[in-house]
């Protein structure tokens, strides 16, 4: 299976700072059609996951912009350019490129 | 309005089994994969398999495969989990998801999850 390392484990933030979240996978996620499947979700407290971004830098309908990907290979980023209130939660990233699709362990992100 | 209800809270016995359900509504139901993600108690996701409605046609993570069933029926629009004989580690908070059209840009719609509790 490919393997999802995120980090860091724990995010503290500053209100209207920006944070940045890690996701390294074992092996490289082109799949054979050219794409790159690496997706992020959130997870607020007591919610189901949302999906925010796939193929590594797409937003989903409704996404703040202040949410971006970018990344290649193995070495993928999400960054937040200014946390709100409502941003904190758990984020994951997933891999969609070898099955079985795999997440990270997860990124918890609270406001300092 | 895509939309994705699932059972509500489960509690069984070690040995016994179980039937979750997905009722998938708002888009052609068998034209999209849909998918079960297990949520052990403060653990993350972990994708346990797929299935095409379309076919009813599944594909299992090794890690869930022989544990559990997946299963379809597109006349009632509706995927579903079922596990033959539980364990106390299937304790989880499961949910059924729908893949995009793409189906490795991962799962666009979730269900609100079904907690299941296995104790004797």
């Known amino acids: 299976d490919v393997v999802m390392t995120q980090s860091p484990l724990s995010l503290p933030v500053t209100l209207g700072q920006p944070a940045s979240i890690s996701c390294r996978s074992s092996q490289g996620l082109v799949y054979s059609d050219g794409n790159t499947y690496l997706s992020w979700f959130q997870q607020r407290p007591g919610q189901s996951p949302r999906r925010l971004l796939y193929r590594v830098s797409n937003r989903d309908s409704g996404v703040p912009d202040r949410f971006s990907g970018s990344g290649s290979g193995t070495d993928f980023t999400l960054k937040i350019s200014t946390v709100q209130a409502e941003d904190v939660g758990v984020y994951y990233c997933m891999q969609g490129s070898q099955w079985p699709w795999t997440f990270g362990q997860g990124t918890k992100v609270e406001i300092k | 309005e895509v939309q994705l209800v699932q059972t509500g809270v489960e509690v069984k016995k070690p040995g016994e089994s179980l039937n979750i359900s997905c009722k998938s509504s708002g888009y052609s139901f068998s034209n999209y994969w849909i998918g079960w993600v297990r949520q052990a108690p403060g653990k993350g996701l972990e994708c346990m398999g797929i299935?095409?409605?379309?076919?009813?046609?599944?594909r299992y993570s090794p890690s869930f495969e022989g544990q559990v069933t997946i299963s379809s029926d597109k006349s009632i629009t509706t995927a579903y989990l079922q596990w033959n004989s539980l364990k106390a580690s299937d304790s989880a908070m499961y949910y059924c998801?729908?893949?995009?059209?793409?189906?490795?840009?991962?799962?666009?719609?979730w269900g609100q999850g079904t907690l299941v509790t296995v104790s004797s």
């Open positions: 998801a729908r893949l995009s059209a793409a189906p490795g840009e991962g799962f666009d719609y």
């Open positions: 299935i095409y409605p379309g076919d009813s046609d599944p």
